[in-house]
């Protein structure tokens, strides 16, 4: 840490005369040449005068301008009450979300459709089953429901190995209700995308299932029932 924090401020005091767009730049590669293990998305600037803003995946951390310090918490904006921090979490979410191939989520669509929730599922999930008992009621309230997968056993486990069985089905969506009911599904090999979606899950910071994402990157604290969604959803 000693040395990191040397570098750090080297490299602060070498970048001082550099405009913004390249010194975040700079930054950027300074930052990721410290810290070859981290996939750094972004660097830039606070609204507080020396303070930086490194986003890794959908976490966020601050550092001093002169090396001494790093931060982790949020920024609260007390004059326009928003927190800052959450906000680009919620961006970076968002981006992840909108990379997702339409055809690799499982979708419950709504015909009159008004809002999509991102919902990460394991078919050996008590909550995970009681949410889907809710897909036609939520449908009818407008909110189509697209599923991706999060075995949380791993996607080497038993369970894992099932929904890849659900995924490689010919219909998915009738697959997939069967498996939560806890029914046998034909192993049929595919190049589905649940390792994919494992992943992305970890990216994102899933941690149990159901984890439920809003498509302007707000995350809901597991399971809700529809009336309780439709409020998040700001209608």
């Known amino acids: 840490m000693k040395l990191i924090k040397f570098l750090l401020i080297g490299v602060f005091i070498s970048f001082s005369a550099l405009a913004k767009d390249t010194l975040d730049a700079e930054f950027t590669l300074a930052l990721s040449k410290l810290l070859p293990d981290v996939e750094i998305d972004n660097v830039s600037s606070t609204p507080i005068k020396g303070l930086y ?3 890794i995946g959908t976490d966020v ?9 790093v931060i982790k918490g949020d920024i609260l904006d007390l004059e326009e009450r928003r927190n800052l921090t959450e ?3 919620a961006g970076s979410r968002i981006d992840i979300l ?7 989520y499982i979708e419950f669509s709504s015909i009159n459709m008004q809002d999509a929730i991102y919902v990460f599922t394991d078919v050996d999930c008590g909550y995970c ?3 889907h008992l809710d897909v036609p009621k939520l449908n009818s309230l407008g909110v189509t429901v697209r599923y991706l997968a999060y075995p949380r056993a791993g996607v080497d486990s038993v369970v894992g190995q099932e929904m890849s069985n659900v995924w490689c089905a010919k219909d998915r969506q009738k697959a997939l209700t069967a498996a ?8 049929k090999p595919c190049d589905d995308p649940v390792a994919e979606q494992y992943a992305l899950g970890q990216k994102l910071g899933v941690r149990g299932t159901p984890a439920i994402y809003l498509q302007n990157g707000k995350i809901l604290p597991g399971y809700m029932p529809p009336d309780e969604i439709i409020k998040q959803l700001n209608r």
């Open 53 to 55: 803003q490194v986003v």
């Open 61 to 69: 951390i601050y550092i001093t301008r002169d090396g001494n310090y």
């Open 87 to 89: 906000d680009i979490r």
């Open 98 to 104: 909108d990379s997702i191939k339409e055809g690799d």
């Open 129 to 131: 089953r009681k949410l």
């Open 180 to 187: 939560k009911n806890r029914e046998p599904i034909e192993a």
